[in-house]
């Protein structure tokens, strides 16, 4: 554990003495609290995190042409800061192995970060066609033009662009960690690989490139998901009575 995150976890261990009610995001965020002693779990609510899912479905696409990307190009992209946390490097790595299966495969991040150099120097290097957006306003624009989105997250605590993703209806690959694998059932709404592989990114990408009547059925599946269990209708609606039934006992 870094020291920062032992400070972290001080913090919340006294922060919870004072608390009515802790909100955990995601049932491996509910776990973590009881596993580091922040609660024992009668502090602790789950409610799950949630979008807009109208927002994402309305959002207008940007024109492959501003970007400089074909309209015959398959694109591959994932939304999240270039750091540690979120694998850029992974996702470049795999853009190689893609690129040698799918040559015409174009690449976006939708983001910045600390690892932006580097991971802009390996694509050169390779000949990757790779674009970064930066920080933006609209990342929805961008998402719309992926044909397969990833988040390659070394840890997280619930994984909001995968619901992102689903309500975009874009297929999509996302590493086997913490909350992640409780959103997607793999195989049937999403693929799930191993933290740190580049291999196994690339072979579910070019398995949704192969396999178009499979990729839809799970495009489908995770549109229905989203729609019923990550609005942020919900979410409003469940801290709205987590409130009334802290003020009516």
């Known amino acids: 554990m870094t020291g920062k995150g032992f400070v972290y976890k001080v913090i919340e261990r006294l ?81 190689k192995l893609i690129s040698e299966k799918i040559p015409n495969t174009y690449y976006i991040i939708v983001g910045n970060g600390e690892e932006e150099a580097k991971v802009k120097q390996y694509a050169q290097k390779n000949g990757l066609h790779l674009i970064v957006t930066g920080w933006t306003e609209n990342p929805y624009a961008y998402l ?8 390659l997250s070394r840890w997280e605590g619930f994984g909001l662009a995968i619901v992102e993703y689903m309500a975009a209806e874009k297929n999509f690959v996302a590493t086997n960690v913490d909350a992640i694998p409780t959103i997607v059932e ?19 990408v070019y398995f949704y490139y192969t396999h178009p009547v499979e990729a839809q059925k799970m495009r489908d599946t995770a549109k229905r998901k989203v729609t019923e269990k990550y609005d942020v209708s919900r979410v409003a609606q469940q801290h709205k009575e987590l409130f009334n039934n802290l003020f009516t006992h």
């Open 15 to 95: 922060l919870s003495n004072s608390t009515d009610r802790i909100v955990c995001i995601s049932k491996a965020e509910y776990k973590s609290a009881i596993e580091n002693g922040i609660d024992n779990g009668a502090k602790l609510e789950i409610i799950e995190n949630g979008i807009d899912v109208q927002a994402v479905q309305a959002a207008q696409t940007i024109a492959r042409e501003t970007l400089g990307i074909p309209e015959t190009a398959f694109v591959v992209g994932m939304i999240g800061r270039l750091s540690p946390q979120k694998a850029p490097d992974v996702f470049i790595k795999s853009a």
């Open 144 to 151: 719309k033009i992926f044909d397969v989105a990833v988040l």
């Open 186 to 204: 793999n195989g049937i709404d999403g693929e799930l690989v191993n933290v740190d592989s580049p291999e196994e990114v690339a072979d579910k």
